[in-house]
């Protein structure tokens, strides 16, 4: 694999060519060479105006469906979704039908997407069904290179959270445990005016930010590396930086749409805002935004959850939860550029969650292996049918005309473009 990307801008906090204009030549899967004049190349050239290049964004948590769901969403067009969403790794959870409890789930999915340019971690399941109090076979998982195990959309228990979490340190696995639960929300949004105004069954933050300090407790008493994922009120990221500051190994994330909704979109019932956690007050989404800021959010996930119609077109109260995201996500990702500087943003999706699962993580610099997520932000766009990656189309941009997109993946010795 020998291309040239011609004019792209970099945008990476760790390279010595951050913000600068280059020229990029990689060969066999490495930058071969930067340069700030042309590369003469007789290969494959790209020129990249108006694009720019950061190190590959990674996903902690998506949710691609297959095996036992495939009417909402497949690993072929699960994938085809992340190269939109400009993610070169992407976190499975294992929700799915078998559940992923074993080495053969775990073998499914890898031969699935073995191809794609995009790599994947399947997570294992924490235990051998959610209401399971029996944990998997952790070792034998973990010996076949699984290093992430979460419940999915289903929290544990402190019990076998301190037990997972006692593997977790002797092993130097991933303990990922999800705000809150599925089965906790029998409401369907956050509690408050809006709730109360439209008269909605509604659940209140206590139910988030007292089962992370709960897990944090346990965290405390057992060791090991807990990653909480989708926070979404400004309690838990209170209670989240207390215990940074003690020096707890704990790590965190924000799915990309809280950042950008609250709970006063739900107004008009648009059943595309009904997601779980639910949307909260501006005052939280200010605190998240303030928690990445700070560093107490590590990360920003899709939490691409994607629904069938029927799902979906129905009233809210039954309406399924989740949103697509990884379609739309670099779009999503640069509206927030007025509030927080792009470079930071881009380390919330490449090198925090490379930490994170413990991923290679070269900055862009000559000698180093190229993984690359190639942008053009002001590429417009319509976001529906004939561009939808996905099965599902439950998201409120559907059919609306949006700015940035994907438009090239370089991972090593494997690329797509898409100029």
Same mark, same amino acid.
């Given at each position: 694999?020998?291309?040239?990307?011609?004019?792209?801008? &970099?945008?990476?906090?760790?390279?010595?060519?951050?913000?600068?204009?280059?020229?990029?030549?990689?060969?066999?899967?490495? &930058?071969?060479?930067?340069?700030?004049?042309?590369? @003469?190349?007789?290969?494959?050239?790209?020129?990249?105006?108006?694009?720019?290049?950061?190190?590959?964004?990674?996903?902690?948590?998506?949710?691609?469906?297959?095996?036992?769901?495939?009417?909402?969403?497949?690993?072929?067009?699960?994938?085809?979704?992340?190269?939109?969403?400009?993610?070169?790794?992407?976190?499975?959870?294992?929700?799915?039908?078998?559940?992923?409890?074993?080495?053969?789930?775990?073998?499914?999915?890898?031969?699935? $997407?073995? @191809?794609?340019?995009?790599?994947?971690?399947?997570?294992?399941?924490?235990?051998?069904?959610?209401?399971?109090?029996?944990?998997?076979?952790?070792?034998?998982?973990?010996?076949?290179?699984?290093?992430?195990?979460?419940?999915?959309?289903?929290?544990?228990?402190?019990?076998?959270?301190?037990?997972?979490?006692?593997?977790?340190?002797?092993?130097?696995?991933?303990?990922?445990?999800?705000?809150? $639960?599925?089965?906790?929300?029998?409401?369907?949004?956050?509690?408050?005016?809006?709730?109360?105004?439209?008269?909605?069954?509604?659940?209140?933050?206590?139910?988030?930010?007292?089962?992370?300090?709960?897990?944090?407790?346990?965290?405390?008493?057992?060791?090991?590396? +807990?990653? &909480?994922?989708?926070?979404?009120?400004?309690? $838990?990221?209170?209670?989240?930086?207390?215990?940074?500051?003690?020096?707890?190994?704990?790590?965190?994330?924000?799915?990309?749409?809280?950042?950008? #909704?609250?709970?006063?979109?739900?107004?008009?019932?648009?059943?595309?805002?009904?997601?779980?956690?639910?949307?909260?007050?501006?005052?939280?989404?200010?605190?998240?935004?303030?928690?990445?800021? @700070? @560093? =107490?959010?590590?990360?920003?996930?899709?939490?691409?959850?994607?629904?069938?119609?029927?799902?979906?077109?129905?009233?809210?109260?039954?309406?399924?939860?989740?949103?697509? =995201?990884?379609?739309?996500?670099?779009?999503? +990702?640069?509206?927030?550029?007025?509030?927080?500087?792009?470079?930071?943003?881009?380390?919330?999706?490449?090198?925090?969650?490379?930490?994170?699962?413990?991923?290679?993580?070269?900055? &862009?610099?000559?000698?180093?292996?190229?993984?690359?997520?190639?942008?053009?932000?002001?590429?417009?766009?319509?976001?529906?049918?004939?561009?939808?990656?996905?099965?599902?189309?439950?998201?409120?941009?559907?059919?609306?005309?949006?700015?940035?997109?994907?438009?090239?993946?370089?991972?090593?010795?494997? #690329?797509?473009?898409?100029?």
């Amino acid at each position: 694999m020998d291309i040239l990307l011609e004019s792209i801008k &970099i945008i990476d906090s760790k390279s010595p060519y951050h913000n600068e204009t280059v020229n990029l030549l990689i060969q066999d899967g490495f &930058i071969k060479e930067i340069s700030r004049k042309k590369i @003469d190349f007789s290969g494959q050239v790209f020129n990249c105006k108006d694009c720019f290049a950061s190190l590959g964004w990674v996903d902690l948590w998506a949710d691609f469906c297959e095996p036992g769901f495939e009417e909402k969403e497949d690993i072929s067009t699960g994938l085809k979704s992340a190269f939109t969403g400009g993610m070169t790794h992407i976190g499975l959870i294992p929700d799915t039908n078998p559940l992923r409890n074993n080495t053969g789930q775990i073998d499914f999915v890898r031969s699935k $997407s073995s @191809d794609s340019v995009t790599d994947v971690s399947p997570y294992s399941l924490i235990t051998k069904n959610p209401e399971s109090r029996d944990l998997v076979d952790l070792y034998d998982i973990h010996n076949y290179g699984v290093r992430v195990f979460s419940n999915g959309y289903h929290r544990i228990s402190s019990d076998v959270l301190n037990k997972a979490l006692l593997y977790s340190a002797s092993r130097d696995t991933l303990i990922i445990q999800r705000a809150v $639960s599925d089965l906790d929300l029998q409401a369907s949004m956050h509690e408050g005016y809006i709730s109360t105004t439209l008269g909605m069954k509604s659940q209140p933050s206590l139910n988030e930010y007292s089962k992370v300090e709960s897990d944090i407790s346990t965290l405390e008493y057992a060791g090991g590396h +807990l990653h &909480i994922s989708q926070v979404s009120c400004k309690e $838990s990221i209170l209670k989240i930086r207390r215990a940074k500051d003690k020096g707890l190994n704990i790590t965190c994330d924000v799915s990309i749409a809280h950042l950008l #909704y609250v709970d006063e979109h739900l107004v008009d019932f648009d059943t595309n805002f009904k997601v779980s956690p639910p949307f909260r007050t501006e005052e939280d989404r200010q605190a998240l935004i303030d928690g990445l800021k @700070d @560093d =107490t959010i590590d990360a920003i996930v899709s939490a691409h959850r994607p629904q069938d119609v029927e799902s979906k077109l129905t009233d809210f109260q039954q309406a399924s939860f989740g949103m697509i =995201t990884l379609p739309i996500f670099p779009s999503m +990702l640069l509206s927030l550029s007025d509030v927080l500087d792009i470079s930071k943003l881009i380390e919330k999706v490449s090198y925090n969650p490379r930490s994170i699962l413990k991923l290679e993580s070269n900055s &862009i610099k000559e000698r180093e292996k190229a993984v690359l997520t190639i942008i053009n932000p002001k590429l417009e766009w319509e976001f529906g049918l004939s561009s939808n990656p996905s099965k599902s189309s439950n998201s409120p941009y559907f059919n609306k005309s949006i700015k940035g997109k994907a438009v090239g993946l370089v991972n090593g010795s494997k #690329y797509e473009m898409q100029f």
